[in-house]
């Protein structure tokens, strides 16, 4: 949970408390951008993934946008599922 305060033009305290649904973000390496579903693009994940690789002794960087996926659920395992493998294939690349 997230919780924000401000006060509005005419002087008011407004307080906004929310809940962040990108999962990944408890994650190492994951930074977010932006999560939706829409009717005509399904599930949708936009991700900023940063992580240092040891092997390649630099910073791995990606933006990663799925689009359609199945469900609200699939966006985060796709997109897990693709850093994961560009991750290694990158890792073992010269």
């Known amino acids: 949970m ?9 002087g008011e305290l407004r307080e906004i408390i929310w809940e962040n649904t990108n999962k990944l973000l408890l994650n190492d390496g994951y930074y977010g ?23 390649r002794f630099e910073m791995i960087e ?13 966006r985060f395992f796709d997109s897990e599922e693709i850093i994961n493998w560009a991750f290694q294939e990158i890792e073992i690349m010269r």
């Open 33 to 55: 951008l932006k999560t939706g579903i829409t009717p005509s693009a399904g599930g949708c994940l936009s991700t900023y993934f940063k992580k240092f690789s040891e092997k």
């Open 2 to 10: 997230y919780f924000c305060s401000f006060y509005k033009e005419n």
């Open 62 to 74: 990606f933006i990663l946008v799925v689009l359609g996926c199945a469900s609200a659920e699939d």
